[in-house]
Each structure stands twice: as C-alpha cells, then as structure tokens.
C-alpha cells in the first residue's frame, strides 16, 4: 500500500485525476462527504486530503509515503524527503510586489511583507539588501496599501490579486510548480512501487 498525502483544494483535485489516469484511481474519493482518508486497496494506494502547507511534514515525518506539494513549501521549510519529479501544473511564482508608483532608491531598509519568510530573506541577502521583515500570514497585498510594507514576497499565478489591488510585479524571485516527493525510508523499502507510480505519472504528463 502506497500513503499519498494530497493537497485539499484545486491543486490537489487535479493532481488526483492524474494519478488515477496513471492506474492509481480510488473512487470512493469523489463521494460527497467530509472524509479525509481513501484507500482503494486493489490499486494498493490510500490518499489523505491535507492542508498544502502539511503535506511535506506528513511526507517527512514517514505518515504518508509520498505526496504533493509546491516548490515554494520546498524552498521555504526545506524538508528532509525526496523531490522525484516536477508535476509541471500549479504554475505560479514567487515575486516581489508593490505599488505601481513604488522605487527602491536603496537609501533605507526596505519592508518586507510575506508569508515565506526564509525565501525573502534569502533573496535579498543575495542582492546585500537591508530588509525588515514582517511576518503574516495571508491577504499579503493588503500590507503596501495600508503602508504596512513597501514590498511584499508572494506568489503570483495570474496576476489578478495583484492587479485588484492596484499593485504590481517589481521582480521574479524563482519560478513554482508541484513536485511530487518522498518520504526517505519509504523510497527505500518501497522502491519499486514509488518509482513505479513515478514513472507512469511522468509519461502521463509528459
Ligand atoms: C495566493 C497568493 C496570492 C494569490 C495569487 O493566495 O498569496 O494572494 O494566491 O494568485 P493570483 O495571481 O492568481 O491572483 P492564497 O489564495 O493562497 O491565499 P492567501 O495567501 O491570502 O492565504
């Protein structure tokens, strides 16, 4: 049996749908109802609905054999399992936003607004710049309206949160999309299943 933690929302719907074309369907996951676990022990697969953010502690702490998560979990919180192959959808970025009339003279630290706090930091230690940052934990854009920041490190996918708020795309810090990944032990003993799905997932999505 393969435990394959999954992203509850759009993402992780999706990412479904993939892995049930691959041969890993398990249909009492598409029943209305509030559970969380599924298992189709035919197919040898249980899946969990979880928080996107949870999915790489799940995957870490060996409670799910292997799930999904985005790159910008991975770069963020830096998790001790095996990234195995880029799913190539939930496309976005992480960018640094502000608003249109905002420029970075350099002249004083700069505020920082952001959830990904270790990918900001990173970023502009890179460019030796002096930043502030200020933790939160969603509805980032709101933060350089209200004068909270000047900049904001966020993920972007179209563009339209932004663009309702009148603020826009200063620069591109790394692309995103989602991985599939290991726990370290399970790749071991179940080597062959994990690559397995691997493979057959990877042909799908070409
Ligand atoms: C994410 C991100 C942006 C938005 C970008 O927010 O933080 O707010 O999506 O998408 P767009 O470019 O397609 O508009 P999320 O929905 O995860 O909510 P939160 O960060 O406010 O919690």
Redesign the pocket.
């Known amino acids: 049996m393969i435990n394959i933690a999954l992203p509850k929302g759009r993402l992780g719907e999706k990412i479904y749908e993939i892995f049930a074309k691959a041969g890993y369907e398990c249909p009492s996951i598409k029943e209305n109802n509030r559970k969380l676990i599924f298992e189709n022990p035919e197919k040898g697969v249980r899946y969990f609905w979880v928080k996107p953010s949870d999915v790489s502690i799940y995957v870490e702490r060996g409670a799910a054999d292997i799930g999904v998560c985005g790159k910008d979990i991975l770069v963020e919180y830096s998790p001790e399992v095996y990234e195995l192959l880029d799913l190539k959808t939930g496309v976005?970025r992480m960018a640094v936003a502000a608003k249109k009339d905002f420029y970075d003279d350099g002249q004083r630290t700069l505020k920082v607004a952001t959830?990904f706090v270790k990918a900001a930091k990173a970023y502009y230690a890179s460019k030796c710049r002096d930043i502030d940052i200020i933790q939160l934990?969603?509805?980032?854009?709101i933060a350089p309206i209200l004068g909270l920041s000047d900049v904001i490190v966020?993920?972007?996918?179209?563009?339209?949160?932004?663009?309702?708020n009148d603020l826009e795309v200063k620069e591109e810090i790394f692309p995103i999309s989602a991985r599939l990944i290991a726990n370290k032990a399970s790749f071991k003993f179940k080597t062959e299943e994990i690559e397995d799905l691997a493979k057959k997932v990877e042909t799908l999505i070409g």
């Open positions: 976005c959830k934990n969603g509805s980032i854009e966020d993920i972007v996918e179209t563009g339209t949160t932004l663009k309702e």
